[in-house]
């Protein structure tokens, strides 16, 4: 069982910047990797960047390679995801899941609005 509570996101103008968080709990939490997902309004929801809690595999989708960055604090059990350069179509719910295989633990999501 893992446990997931996000925090950050918020309301920013486009060009600004944004960081969420992702504090993780849970016995077997270093077996799964932390993955970051969007949703916007009736749309799927859609794969944003991905992590290992060694931090040494990232993965991010095409959408927003170069301006978001996947990090993790394995002290504080934290995932991170700096969002700079923002753009309207960033606007989304996003969430934090912790996978393993076909296993998935989520966050409760977190909203995040660019204004143009």
């Known amino acids: 069982q893992v446990q997931l509570v996000q925090s950050g996101g918020g309301l920013v103008q486009a060009g600004g910047s944004l960081r969420l968080s992702c504090a993780a709990s849970?016995?077997?939490?270093?077996?799964?990797?932390m993955v970051w997902f969007r949703q916007a309004p009736g749309k799927d929801r859609d794969f944003v960047a991905h992590i290992n809690w060694s931090g040494g595999s990232t993965y991010y989708a095409d959408s927003v390679k170069g301006r978001f960055t996947i990090s993790t604090d394995n002290a504080k059990n934290t995932v991170y995801l700096q969002m700079n350069s923002l753009k309207p179509e960033d606007t989304a719910a996003y969430y934090c899941a912790a996978r393993k295989g076909n296993e998935f633990y989520w966050g409760q999501g977190t909203q995040v609005t660019v204004s143009s």
């Open positions: 849970g016995r077997t939490l270093s077996t799964y990797n």
